[in-house]
């Protein structure tokens, strides 16, 4: 029953709803029991009273849906019920439990799936694959993905899924991170992809050059250009959040607010001249609340 309401607030209207009832139905029984048997002349009469409750309860019970291995409704944080129900069965078809991620914990796109695995309380096996660690340009990685570039999850019948943005979808299927309705998810997606295409281009020259340090992105013109073309896209996720006045798709938090948190913190860790945009800046700040933000984005690693 607990289950009807959300998970912040359960424990609260579980002890509402169970004193209320007590206090009203329980209180009240003797007088009603006493009035039954006055007015239906039977002293068997008292048991029609718990039927009738009976039956109100059986009719609010056939209407609840079934919740295991969903993620638990509300606000995500890294829950200790999600991350035993994970660890033994996977929360979404074909998936294995712990998830078995492939990739370094210092990429941007590798981030995006730890953080979606901290807010829906997967268990995650991480192997360090990518620079610096196992190489990605080798027969053993090609067979895993062709692509030579992470993250790839390992699912349940042996094959690998690939694309940071496809991977985070395929594991908040169902949750309150991706809604199911198709134009809510749609409001979701079209931020999630705009992240992957343009807002990914316009960071490209300037990250290199001002983070990387790679000289061949280092022309004066081309990279204050760059620095504009950035600073433009920034604005136009600025505009966004001071319409919703909260998360980047609505009201609540999504997947959308994952991988633009990610690209955010990038943006705010290259040493560049950053425009005021105070409904980013706020959003950035509600972000800061949660522990995956602070675990696999505001980590100190652009
Ligand atoms: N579109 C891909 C891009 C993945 C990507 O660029 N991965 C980088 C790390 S962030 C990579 O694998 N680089 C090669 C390496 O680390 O060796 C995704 O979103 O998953």
């Known amino acids: 029953m607990s289950e009807i309401f959300p998970t912040k607030s359960r424990a609260t209207w579980m ?65 200790r019920a999600d991350l035993s129900a994970a660890a033994t069965s996977g929360r979404v078809a074909g998936m294995t439990a712990p998830l078995r991620l492939l990739g370094k914990a210092s990429s941007i796109n590798v981030r995006k799936v730890l953080w979606t695995c901290a807010e829906l309380g997967i268990a995650c096996d ?10 990605l340009d080798t027969p053993a990685f090609q067979a895993i993905s062709p692509h030579g570039l992470v993250p790839v999850i390992q699912l349940a019948d042996g094959s690998f899924l690939r694309e940071s943005n496809t991977i985070c979808r ?9 809604p199911e309705g198709p134009l809510a998810r749609a409001r ?3 931020w999630m992809d705009w992240q992957a295409t343009e807002l990914n281009s316009a960071w490209r020259l300037p990250f290199l050059a001002l983070v990387r340090g790679d000289p061949a992105f280092a022309e004066p013109r081309a990279l204050e250009a760059g620095i504009a073309a950035w600073n433009r896209q920034m604005a136009l996720l600025d505009q966004q959040l001071a319409t919703t006045g909260a998360y980047v798709a609505g009201a609540s938090f999504t997947l959308a607010d994952i991988v633009l948190g990610l690209s955010a913190n990038r943006w705010r860790m290259t040493p560049m001249p950053h425009p005021a945009l105070p409904a980013l800046a706020a959003w950035e700040a509600r972000l800061a609340r949660r522990p995956g933000h602070r675990a696999h984005a505001a980590n100190g690693i652009p």
């Open 15 to 79: 002890s509402v709803g169970y004193s209320l009832a007590v206090a009203i139905f329980g209180g009240f029984a003797p007088h009603i029991a006493t009035w039954l048997i006055g007015a239906a002349g039977s002293p068997l009469s008292p048991t029609c009273y718990p039927i009738i409750a009976a039956i109100a309860s059986t009719l609010v019970l056939y209407r609840l849906r079934e919740t295991a291995h969903t993620a638990l409704r509300g606000p995500g944080r890294c829950r």
């Open 126 to 135: 991480r192997e360090d694959w990518g620079s610096g660690f196992r190489p």
């Open 170 to 178: 395929y594991l908040a299927a169902g949750s309150a991170l991706l």
């Open 188 to 190: 979701v997606e079209q």
